[in-house]
């Protein structure tokens, strides 16, 4: 029977705070437009309940890509990287069912009680919410799964960019403002590029064992020297659209501060630049930590600034 370290192995925790960071961010616009929100609960626990979702549909989708990457042969012997607790053993594929529908239905549950008690929506917002929501979920599991899982056809970036970017930021920003502001995509495109970083260096770890089993992500399909151009201007994109965002809102000139960060992600693509594949997957942390970091200085900087 699988233990809890294995259940919060599979659950891969270094990833799920890139998806609380994308809500995070949503709550540090929100706050900036509007910074009497603070003063109330209904922002903190629309605010908790829309991290607590996105942090379990990451977690679904993970343990969804261990079940769809066992299934079809991709985590061979030949893979590098952290061991897979299907591969390895540690959960059989009974008990990843078993969890895969505990987790959706988590996802399911959390969702539901954003929608309906926390945010306080119309019934066409929750429609519109609803939709995002089945969505984010269907697409989680569809990674992998099923017989033509969109993560081997190279669509993985699309979903990353869409529900740990756009969905994530503007979602939070809408759900606790109630307004729309379609700048706010500037900083949640930023998400997105950060979301698909992390993603890119997976992807480029596992490069020649993906290659090998017919998975065809980005990175198959580009090849090792375009993906990491490609990488590049992720994060180059990602600070391109956050120093846009502050233009449009005459944010004061400490707020561009953010950008001394980039230094710590220039650092991390020279080495990148130099560290073979099977040896890259210590910058995946880094990638998400940095991420982190980035939007908790942008956020706050936001905050005095505009």
């Known amino acids: 029977m699988a233990t809890l370290k294995t259940w919060i192995r599979a659950a891969r925790p270094r990833t799920v705070l890139l998806s609380f960071s994308g809500v995070l961010l949503g709550g540090f616009l929100a706050l900036a437009k509007v910074p009497e929100l603070v003063e109330g609960p209904s922002f ?92 984010a979920v269907l697409a989680a599991l569809l990674y992998t799964l099923g017989k033509r899982p969109y993560g081997y056809r190279g669509l993985g970036d699309l979903y990353c960019f869409l529900f740990f970017g756009w969905v994530a930021v503007a979602g939070t920003f809408y759900l ?89 992600f220039i650092k991390d693509l020279i080495s990148i630049r130099k560290t073979q594949p099977e040896r890259i997957d210590p910058f995946l942390g880094r990638q998400v930590k940095h991420s982190f970091l980035l939007v908790l200085v942008y956020g706050i900087l936001v905050l005095m600034g505009t």
Request: glycine residues 8%; aromatic residues 12%; charged residues 15%.
């Open 176 to 264: 606790v403002t109630k307004t729309l502001d379609f700048s706010v995509l500037l900083p949640a495109s930023a998400m997105g590029f950060l979301s698909n970083a992390v993603l890119n260096i997976n992807n480029m770890r596992d490069y020649e064992n993906d290659k090998a089993s017919g998975k065809n992500s980005l990175v198959v399909r580009l090849g090792l020297k375009k993906a990491f151009v490609y990488h590049c201007l992720l994060i180059g994109g990602a600070f391109v659209c956050l120093t846009i965002y502050l233009i449009l809102h005459h944010a004061a000139w400490y707020s561009y501060l953010f950008w001394l960060l980039s230094l710590l």
């Open 44 to 135: 903190w626990l629309t605010f908790v309940f829309c991290a607590l979702t996105a942090m379990l549909l990451q977690i679904l989708s993970n343990l969804a890509n261990d079940y769809g990457d066992f299934k079809k042969g991709t985590d061979s012997a030949k893979r590098v990287g952290p061991q897979r607790e299907m591969q390895s053993g540690a959960i059989t594929e009974k008990e990843m069912k078993r969890g895969l529908a505990v987790t959706a239905a988590l996802c399911l549950i959390s969702g539901a009680l954003l929608l309906f008690v926390f945010a306080k929506l119309t019934w066409q917002e929750w429609a519109v919410f609803a939709a995002l929501g089945v969505g």
